[in-house]
Nanobody, 124 residues
Framework: VQLQASGGGLVQAGGSLRLSCVVSGRTFDRYSVGWFRQIPGKEREFVAVRSWRTSTPSYADSVKGRFTISRDNAKSTVYLQMNSLKPEDTAVYYC??????????????????WGQGTQVTVSS
């Protein structure tokens, strides 16, 4: 299984970016994909997830109302639309995959497939 993340970059505060995560090597429709982010010296933290079982996404409180996660099963791709970006959103963003569902998806231990990460930098 391979996850390929892309779409990061440098943006000013208040701007937008859309991250993409393309999944290959397995059936996508029964595969949950989440996004995590990490800054140097800190733990990798949960950002958002779309479970394969439910159409209801879940978000970290810090991004609710600003980020939207969506999936296109035909393209085996999950997107993270990030609006109203803040300097504190600066991090390396990783997509990750799992066959799990439910609240376990808020935690790194639920995922065994990881993408390579894409850098997001928000300037003030």
């Amino acid at each position: 299984v391979q996850l390929q993340a892309s779409g990061g970059g440098l943006v000013q505060a208040g701007g937008s970016l859309r991250l993409s995560c393309v999944v290959s090597g397995r059936t996508f429709d029964r595969y949950s994909v989440g996004w995590f982010r990490q800054i140097p010296g800190k733990e990798r933290e949960f950002v958002a997830v779309r479970s394969w079982r439910t159409s209801t996404p879940s978000y970290a409180d810090s991004v609710k109302g600003r980020f939207t996660i969506s999936r296109d099963n035909a393209k085996s791709t999950v997107y993270l639309q990030m609006n109203s970006l803040k300097p504190e959103d600066t991090a390396v963003y990783y997509c990750a995959g799992s066959v799990s569902t439910g609240t376990t998806l808020y935690y790194r231990r639920a995922y065994y497939d990881w993408g390579q990460g894409t850098q997001v930098t928000v300037s003030s």
